[in-house]
């Protein structure tokens, strides 16, 4: 259970949510991560969801929360934003109000959490984490740099015209589509 302090410092994030401008679900290897870019103060930054990546990782939310309220830098930058979930593993979907970092520091936190320290059935997958999860974040809302397939580009650069107008079609009919939902 989560401690008295730390569950009222959960709610007043809460109550000070920040509202994302731009949602998208970014692919990392067969993880699929949700960033969002907010604007506060007139700065955008892109966020992400602790809790997903917790589980993710297979290590306790809770524990890291604490870690993160508990560090003099981290404590400053976690905020709750509304993100919108679809239903899946027993969870409901719809708009939820999550703890989140800001990309800029997701280094900071992963890098905390000891890989000899996890489970051994995680061990790779934080280190895999921490060696090139927030490249491919960072780089969710430049266009075209959603997954972590590096050789992409050369596909698309040998793909006969056909081919990449198809996938350019495709392309904008999932925009669409995402905008509709």
Do not use: H
């Not at 939820?96 to 996890?118: K, S």
């Amino acid at each position: 259970m989560v401690s008295g302090k730390l569950e009222q410092e959960l709610n007043e994030m809460t109550d000070k949510a920040l509202a994302p401008i731009e949602q998208k679900q970014v692919l990392f290897y067969d993880d699929e991560i949700t960033a969002v870019l907010v604007e506060e103060g007139g700065q955008r930054e892109v966020y992400i969801s602790l809790r997903q990546l917790c589980d993710l990782l297979g290590v306790s939310y809770q524990g890291q929360i604490r870690r993160i309220t508990d560090d003099p830098v981290l404590s400053k930058q976690v905020k709750g934003v509304n993100i919108t979930f679809t239903p899946s593993g027993g969870r409901g979907g719809g708009s939820q109000t999550t703890t989140c970092l800001p990309v800029d520091y997701l280094n900071g936190w992963l890098f905390g959490i000891n890989a000899r320290r996890v489970k051994e059935e995680v061990r790779e997958r934080l280190i895999l984490y921490q060696e090139n999860c927030y490249k491919v974040l960072a780089e969710a809302f430049r266009e075209g740099q959603l997954t972590t397939d590096t050789d992409f580009d050369d596909l698309l650069k040998q793909a006969s015209s056909d081919v990449v107008e198809a996938y350019q079609i495709a392309q904008a009919i999932m925009k669409l589509a995402r905008n509709q939902i």
